[in-house]
C-alpha cells in the first residue's frame, strides 16, 4: 500500500467527522472485497489487488483519517462523554433525590396547611358560634332586663301609686327599697289580710337575696324580683278593692226613723252592706233599693225620697 507515509495525518483536534464518515463509507465495500480473497492471496500487489476489484484508494484514505492517533482521540472523545454521562448521570440522581424530597417536604407542607386551615376554619366556626351566643345571650339580658323594669314599674305603681323616674341615682335596687319599706309600712300600720303571708316570705326572699346577689346579674334576683311583684299586685289588687268598696259605702237614713243606719256598697257591686230594717214599719225598705247616678239619693218602692250620705 504505497503513498501511506508520504501523506501527513490530519492532526487530532481537527478531526473531521463528516469526513471520516464519507471515507468510512466508502471503504466499506473495499473491505468486504479484500476480505472475500483467499488466505494465501495477503501479498498481493496493489495492482493485483485493483485487478481483483479492491478500492485501493478509499482503503487508503480511510486509513489516512482513522490512524491510530485518531482512533486514540475518539476513545478519549468516547471516556469524556461517558464521564460527562456519568455525572450528569449523578446530577440527575441527585436532582431526583432533591425533588423528591423537596415533594415529601411539599406534602408534609400542604398537610401541615390543610390542618392549620381545619383549625382555623374550626375556630372562626366556634368564634362564630359564640359571637351568635352573645348575641342571643345579649338579646336575653335586654329582654330581661325590659321585663325587670316593666315589672318593677308596675310593682312600684302599685305599692306608690307613682311610676319611678329612673336614673342614675335611682335604679332597680332602689325601686324594690321603696316597695319592700312600704309594704313594711302597710304591715305595721294595718296587720289586715291586705299585706299577705306570701307577700311577706317574698320580700324576706328579695333581701336574702340582695345580700348574695348583685341587682340585675342573677337568676335569683330575677326571681325574687317577679315573685315580690306578684305577691305586691296581689296585695294592691285587694287592698284597691277595699278602698273602692269604702268611697262608695253610702249610708241611707229612712226619714219614719224606725230603721236603724244602713250602709249601701257601690250600685257597680249591686249589694247590701250591715243593713238592718228590722224597725221599720214600711215593707218596701227590705229590698229594692235604688241609688241615683250621682249618688245623692235612695229610692225604694212605696217608699219617698231618703237621704243619702257617704
Known amino acids: 500500500m504505497g503513498g501511506t507515509n508520504s501523506q501527513r495525518r490530519q492532526p487530532v483536534s481537527k478531526i473531521d467527522y463528516q469526513a471520516l464518515r464519507e471515507a468510512a463509507e466508502r471503504a466499506t465495500p473495499a473491505m468486504e472485497r479484500l476480505l472475500m480473497l483467499p488466505v ?4 498481493l500487489s496493489e495492482q493485483e489487488l485493483k485487478d481483483y476489484g479492491v478500492d485501493i484508494d478509499a482503503l487508503n484514505a480511510f486509513k489516512l483519517l482513522a490512524g491510530p492517533e485518531t482512533v486514540l482521540a475518539l476513545l478519549d472523545e468516547r471516556e469524556r462523554n461517558q464521564q460527562y454521562i456519568k455525572s450528569r448521570d449523578q446530577e440527575n440522581e441527585e436532582i431526583a433525590l432533591t425533588v423528591g424530597k423537596l415533594r415529601v417536604e411539599l406534602e408534609e407542607t400542604k398537610s401541615k396547611l390543610n390542618e392549620q386551615r381545619e383549625y382555623y376554619e374550626g ?19 335586654i329582654n330581661e332586663r325590659d321585663h325587670a323594669e316593666s315589672a318593677l314599674d308596675d310593682m ?8 319611678p323616674e329612673w336614673s342614675n341615682w335611682f ?44 341587682p340585675v346579674e342573677t ?17 294592691a289588687s285587694k ?11 253610702m249610708h241611707l237614713y229612712c226619714d219614719c226613723l224606725q230603721c236603724t243606719d244602713g250602709k249601701y256598697k257601690s250600685p257597680d257591686f249591686g249589694e247590701y252592706i250591715g243593713t238592718s230594717w228590722a224597725g221599720c214599719a214600711k215593707e218596701a225598705h227590705k229590698d229594692g233599693w235604688r241609688i241615683s247616678k250621682d249618688k245623692t239619693r235612695a229610692f225604694a218602692p212605696g217608699h219617698k225620697v231618703l237621704r243619702v250620705n257617704k
Open 123 to 141: 375556630v372562626i366556626a366556634d368564634g362564630s358560634k359564640r359571637i351568635a351566643e352573645l348575641e342571643r345571650s345579649e338579646e336575653q339580658l
Open 171 to 214: 335604679g332597680f335596687s332602689d325601686a324594690v327599697d321603696a316597695v319592700v319599706d312600704r309594704i313594711a309600712d302597710l304591715e305595721a300600720k294595718q296587720p289586715s289580710p291586705v299585706v299577705l303571708e306570701g307577700l311577706i316570705k317574698a320580700v324576706r326572699f328579695y333581701e336574702q337575696v340582695k345580700r348574695e346577689n348583685p
Open 156 to 163: 312600684y305603681f302599685a305599692a306608690t301609686g307613682d311610676r
Open 239 to 249: 287592698e284597691s278593692d277595699m278602698a273602692i268598696a269604702a268611697s262608695y259605702t
Open 40 to 43: 494465501d492471496d495477503d501479498l
Open 219 to 235: 337568676g335569683a334576683w330575677k326571681d325574687a324580683v317577679d315573685w315580690v311583684l306578684k305577691e305586691a299586685c296581689q296585695a
